[in-house]
Structure formats: structure tokens, C-alpha cells
């Protein structure tokens, strides 16, 4: 590939990898000032003698929760193929695919920079994820 293109993707995941960092250190610092919230919501729960109206904002607050753990664990794969993306930029692999070796159409690079398949060999991935999926179903079933 052409060193100035590949300095511009490594460029564009360099300022990805940032924004996606940010983004999970905030959830961070959220995470921290959770706990102190909450035993202050639980004491005045506890003083109020409970309320089945507090119990409704547990399980919202529960739920919030565990979106933020998905969208923090989503982040941190995005990261880490970031990760991989510039690791293969350094290795000089970048651009290539990684089952057929035939070189990803900058178009596809320019859409998703830390591709690593082919569009063909993308699909047939994913093929097999939903064989894959439909064979442990199936068992399921069976069971
Ligand atoms: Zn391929």
C-alpha cells in the first residue's frame, strides 16, 4: 500500500483509539461516584422505613448497569482491533486479509479501517457464525 495512505489509516485509528479511551474512562469515573450514590439512596430507603417505589429505582439502576457494562465490554473490543489494526500497519501486514492473503479494497479499509477480512471471506465468516448458532440450537432442541 501506498506509505501515505497507510500513515492516513494509521492516523484515523491512532484518533479512534483516543476517542474510544475517553469514552471508557468516563464510564470509569461514573462507576466511581456510583457506589457513594447509592449508599446515601440506601440509607435514606432504610430511614423512610422502604418504599416499593425505591425498589423500581434498583432495578432500574440495575439495568442501567448492565447496559454499561455492554457498551463499555463493545468499546473495549473496538479498542483492541484498533489494537490489532496498527499492530499490522507495524508489521507491515495492514491491508491484507487475514484468510486469503489477496489485499482488502481500500474502499472497504476507507469505510472500516481495522478490517481483516475481504468482503467474500467477511461473509463467509459470518456464515459460519450462524451455522454455528444454529447448530447449538438445534442440539438445544435435541436436549
Ligand atoms: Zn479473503
Redesign the pocket.
Known amino acids: 500500500m501506498d506509505p501515505e495512505k497507510l500513515e492516513e489509516f494509521r492516523q484515523r485509528l491512532l484518533a479512534e483509539r483516543g476517542r474510544l479511551r475517553a469514552e471508557v474512562q468516563e464510564d470509569v469515573s461514573n462507576d466511581v461516584a456510583t457506589p457513594g450514590m447509592a449508599s446515601s439512596d440506601h440509607a435514606q430507603w432504610e430511614a423512610s422505613g422502604g418504599s416499593s417505589n425505591h425498589l423500581a429505582d434498583d432495578a432500574t439502576e440495575l439495568f442501567l448497569q448492565e447496559e454499561e457494562i455492554a457498551i463499555d465490554n463493545s468499546l473495549r473490543g473496538m479498542i483492541t482491533e484498533i489494537d490489532n489494526a496498527l499492530e499490522r500497519i507495524a508489521n507491515g501486514t495492514y491491508g491484507k486479509?487475514?484468510?486469503?492473503?489477496?489485499p482488502?479494497p481500500l474502499k472497504r479499509l476507507e469505510a472500516r479501517p481495522f478490517s481483516t477480512?475481504?468482503i467474500?471471506?467477511k461473509a463467509k465468516e459470518e456464515q459460519e457464525i450462524a451455522q454455528h448458532r444454529a447448530g447449538l440450537a438445534s442440539r438445544q432442541n435435541i436436549v
Open positions: 486479509c487475514e484468510r486469503c492473503g489477496k482488502i477480512l475481504c467474500e471471506d
